[in-house]
């Protein structure tokens, strides 16, 4: 998040305690699940990025810095009276640590025409003589990616969704086929329809309402082949493919379900009161409980507190045990 107070799709008008705490966890949570030869890409707007280089330097390691790389928009428009018009982004990449992959072979780049002219004319530069490598130039700092106009197919109606393009180049030097992709902010998809795109594993985490109406329509769309975005570049990309997604209830949802209610729950007193009192107010919680006063005992009917829930998978989820086979009876 970037912290704005922008008409974004979810909450981002933090205090910057508030804001520098939230990014500090996260980022502590996402070193941990790295493997040790994986990479870290953090993307902020211009107002929070200085903050937030510091505290990934903090959690990784200033040593685990490796680059500031600057996403260039060649085709920004605008008008800035008062200051320089805006025509890039900062992406800041550290390493979980020495043995980060990174694969340059995989996003080099054609020479440009002048640069071509050069090599054929055998011009000499600088006191050396132009020769190029015919797999292309390899990458430096400076990613020249348009933003996608508003009459693009790869464009759904979120107002910061990035070019697949980016994600492309990011995720094919930082990772090969066997690599899980993760973003937790995911926003409009981009990152997970790039990686599904590129063959990779990936992993989406985002709590706003637009999940249902952008990310999910979006990574069905890229099941039955998306023709938008980096489709047609990937020939491998044939559509197909499936993914879960899960649902956990917040504590927003918590307290949108709470009901005041003066009337005690229990005929008798509880001899564990304060963990009743956790209850008292949740009624769809309460909706699901069979409460067994002999025994001391309390059954959740998961299918109350979710109509459709999938017993099965939900199982597998908390065992950690995979599903061979679902019999009827």
């Known amino acids: ?36 030869d994986g990479s870290f890409y953090l993307h902020l707007d211009y107002r929070a990025n200085h903050f937030g280089k510091l505290i990934a330097e903090y959690v990784f390691n200033k040593d685990n810095f490796i680059n500031e790389i600057i996403w260039y ?52 530069s600088y006191g050396r003589e132009t020769t190029l490598n015919e797999k292309g130039k390899y990458p430096d700092d400076v990613l020249e990616i348009a933003i996608i106009n508003s009459q693009s197919k790869e464009r759904f109606d979120f107002n910061t969704q990035k070019p697949e393009k980016l994600l492309e ?12 992709i993760m973003d937790y902010h995911l926003g409009s998809g981009t990152t997970t329809a790039t990686a599904h795109k590129l063959g990779r594993r990936w992993l989406g985490v985002e709590m706003g309402e637009h999940f249902y109406t952008v990310v999910l329509p979006r990574m069905k769309k ?17 559509g197909g493919g499936f ?3 899960y649902e956990l ?13 003066t009337s005690d729950l229990f005929s008798k007193t509880s001899d564990k009161v304060y963990q009743d009192y956790v209850f008292m107010k949740d009624e769809k919680m309460l909706s699901a409980l069979e409460i067994d006063y002999k025994n001391k005992k309390v059954k959740v009917d998961l299918n109350k507190l979710y109509p459709d829930i999938d017993i099965a998978e939900t199982l597998s989820n908390l065992t950690g045990k995979w599903i061979k086979a679902i019999k009827d009876g």
Request: glycine residues 4%; charged residues 30%.
């Open 1 to 36: 998040p970037f912290n704005t107070g922008s008409d974004f799709d979810y909450v981002d008008r933090f205090q910057d305690s508030s804001w520098l705490s939230l990014m500090n966890d996260r980022l502590a949570i996402a070193k941990n699940l790295l493997e040790n």
């Open 222 to 238: 890229v099941l039955s082949y998306d023709k938008s975005g980096i489709s047609k570049e990937v020939k491998e990309y044939q």
């Open 73 to 124: 928009y060649k085709d920004a428009s605008g008008v800035a009276k008062k200051g320089f018009r805006k025509k890039h982004d900062n992406i800041y990449l550290f390493a979980k640590s020495e043995s980060y992959f990174f694969n340059a072979d995989e996003i080099r780049t054609e020479y440009s025409e002048s640069t071509k002219r050069q090599a054929e004319n055998k011009t000499i």
């Open 169 to 180: 180049r990011i995720i094919k030097v930082s990772s090969n086929i066997k690599t899980i």
């Open 243 to 245: 993914f879960k997604y």
């Open 249 to 261: 209830e917040q504590y927003e949802d918590a307290l949108k379900n709470c009901k005041y209610g």
